[in-house]
């Protein structure tokens, strides 16, 4: 019941910023967490930030001080800008949600098609 589309990957020199945009859209109750997912070739997806509906936020050390997420609530958005960019950084970025249909429905997670960001040495 939820669509998610990112946008903002591209390819950046290291030592560049990036900002990726996703927006939330379809039917449902509530928009709770939401969060940016990184996955590199042959590696597993891993979090690289996330932030609640009341905006606590928590990152992966590996991007701590380079990147903040960041949400506007009314219109069903979260944000995600990275500084100081290193190739390590390369992967597919995936926009994730946790969703309530109903106010008595249980959490469910949803996940966009990703956006590729590419860091050159």
């Known amino acids: 019941q939820v669509q998610l589309v990112e946008s903002g990957g591209g390819l950046v020199q290291a030592g560049g910023s990036l900002r990726l945009s996703c927006a939330a859209s379809g039917t449902f109750f509530s928009i709770n967490a939401m969060g940016w997912y990184r996955q590199a070739p042959e590696k597993e997806r891993e979090l690289v930030a996330r932030i609640t509906s009341d905006g606590y936020t928590n990152y992966a050390d590996s991007v701590k001080g380079r990147f903040t997420i960041s949400r506007d609530n009314s219109n069903n958005k979260v944000y995600l800008q990275m500084n100081s960019l290193k190739p390590e950084d390369t992967a597919a970025y995936y926009c994730?949600?946790?969703?309530?249909?109903?106010?008595?429905?249980?959490?469910?997670?949803?996940w966009g098609q990703g956006t590729q960001v590419t860091v050159s040495s």
């Open positions: 994730s949600a946790h969703s309530k249909f109903r106010s008595y429905s249980p959490l469910s997670e949803y």
